[in-house]
Every structure is written in C-alpha cells, then in structure tokens.
C-alpha cells in the first residue's frame, strides 16, 4: 500500500529542525545523535525534510497503530544522509480524521 496523496505530504519545519535535529530537546536528542552521525544537520533541516517526502512518495506504508487523531502509517526506507552511507529509517505519519493528505508525525531508526 502507498502513503495517501503521499505527494501531497507536510511535514512542519518545526519537527525536523527543533525536534529530531536538536541535541537538546528531551526526546528528539536521541534521534538527533544517529541523525548527526549520517551527516544531517539544524543549519541544514531541509535536506532531511526533502529526503523523508522523497522516502513518503517511493516506499510502500504499513499502517501504523491506531490513533484519535486519525489513520496512522509507517513508512520503511532508507536515508543516505550527507556522506552517503545508508541506515535505515521508519518515518509515521498520519491521516487526520477530515483531511486526505498524510502529516509528518516522527521517524526513528530501523
């Protein structure tokens, strides 16, 4: 199955830049660890922004687990980061009950 109106995707600055990239934050510091180790970047964000839509639109989505907030999927792939070596990457979105393109939720190692 495809990530609905995957090319339709959003993910908000915010979730990339001050979240997963930041060594600070409570949580995302921890992702933002194996995510530096690839090459990415806060000064940088988008180039991890455009790789994880580009990941939303060519890989096939699982649903993910149920959720109030609406249709949850995963998407499995794999990033390559600036010095090119793979690893692998889970990416959640979700559907909100009302809209049909799928919202940036977190991603996290595979």
Known sequence: MKLPNAEQALIE???VRDY???ASHPVG???SAYLQALG???DEWEFLRDELLAL???DAASPGRPSEYGRKF???GTLRGRGGR???IVAVWVVRHGEDFPRFVTA???
Request: hydrophobic share 25%; glycine share 4%.
């Open 86 to 88: 793979p690893a692998g």
């Open 56 to 58: 939303a639109k060519s």
């Open 108 to 110: 996290y190692p595979e």
């Open 29 to 31: 510091r921890f992702k």
């Open 13 to 15: 600055p915010e979730k």
């Open 40 to 42: 990415y970047s806060q």
């Open 74 to 76: 995963e998407v499995r």
């Open 20 to 22: 997963l990239l930041s």
